[in-house]
């Protein structure tokens, strides 16, 4: 797809400052019974990261990078205003919607570090990101019903 002038800018300016992708997935609610039926097969085996673990990925990361800017990218913003103190260092990506969610994934990546929830599009937000510096933050527990490491979450992640 091709990325939007929008997109090139940020991009551009994402490179050039300590900025740090914060992918928080929560899903909208379900509008159909098929949507809620789905949700609760995928409950039984994935989960969504808790509010804690936002907030101290987030102090892990001021504490680690000077001055970071952070950039917010979500499938629920309402969530993200009730529960994320968001300060004047915080900005909530809201323009990648339908179609154009893959341009949230390219902006991700051009991010100088990551803070990803249990979310493959996430990951590969994170992965993709090709600073040699980066910092990716990532949750320690992938999966419900999995207790032992998946082994997806590379060494030099931190796992929160």
């Known amino acids: 797809a091709n990325i939007s002038e929008r997109n090139k800018d940020y991009a551009f300016r994402l490179t050039k400052e300590n900025s740090v992708a914060v992918h928080i997935r929560r899903l909208d609610q379900p509008k159909t019974i098929k949507e809620v039926l789905y949700r609760a097969r995928l409950a039984m085996v994935w989960r969504t990261c808790p509010k804690a673990y936002y907030v101290d990925a ?3 990361m001021s504490q680690i990078v000077e001055n970071p800017k ?3 990218f979500t499938d629920n913003i ?8 968001l300060e004047s260092n915080f900005e909530i990506i809201d323009w990648n919607r339908g179609s ?4 949230d994934m390219f902006l991700m990546s051009k991010c100088k570090n990551n803070i990803i929830s249990m979310s493959s599009f996430s990951w ?5 990101n090709l600073n040699p ?23 030099n992640w931190i796992k929160l």
């Open 100 to 103: 154009d969610s893959n341009q």
């Open 124 to 128: 590969w937000g994170a992965w993709l």
């Open 78 to 85: 309402p969530w993200v205003k009730r529960n994320i103190k």
């Open 70 to 72: 952070y950039y917010i």
């Open 133 to 155: 510096d980066k910092i990716v933050i990532a949750p320690k527990k992938w999966a419900v019903r999995y207790v032992k490491d998946l082994g997806i979450i590379p060494n």
């Open 58 to 60: 987030i102090h892990k």
